[in-house]
């Protein structure tokens, strides 16, 4: 009688703990908060764009996967990143490398810390390229 009352204990305690292998959500929360797009380079033409910390700002909501994006820059600059907009996010784990899908689109890879989040364009989960671009966000 003892060891079906330790295995129900243990089965609820399994229970109660979630039991899951499924982090996608943990994933997602390294990049979940506000960040400022503040440097783009790269591309064919080789920019090196700094903008204004606030002007383009990328919000990510970790909890229902969206990403709400502001974009204010009024230069003429080759690229800023996406458009205003929302879009949907998710991040692809391959090995010791995380990659930025935005709207079920492999964007490129991503590397984050504290204060920066790196996004580089020529780095995807099938290869690297040459000609993307490098965005630099801060929080």
Not at 66 to 87: K, Q
Not at 96 to 119: A, M, T
Request: hydrophobic content about 40%; glycine content about 12%; some cysteine.
């Amino acid at each position: 009688m003892k060891v079906y009352g330790i295995m129900l204990f243990l089965g609820l305690i399994f229970v109660f703990n979630g039991c899951s292998t499924d982090n996608t959500h943990e994933k997602n929360d390294m990049v979940s908060g506000t960040w400022s797009l503040i440097n783009v380079s790269g591309g064919f033409a080789g920019i090196d764009v700094d903008f204004e910390k606030g002007k383009i700002v990328w919000k990510f909501n970790a909890k229902v996967g969206s990403l709400i994006v502001a974009n204010n820059d009024g230069s003429n600059a080759i690229y800023n990143g996406l458009p205003t907009g929302t879009y949907t996010y998710s991040i692809l784990q391959e090995k010791d490398q995380y990659y930025l899908q935005i709207n079920d689109k492999e964007i490129g890879g991503i590397v984050v810390d504290k204060s920066h989040l790196v996004l580089d364009q020529n780095k995807t989960s099938i290869g690297s390229g040459a000609d993307g671009f490098v965005m630099v966000l801060a929080r």
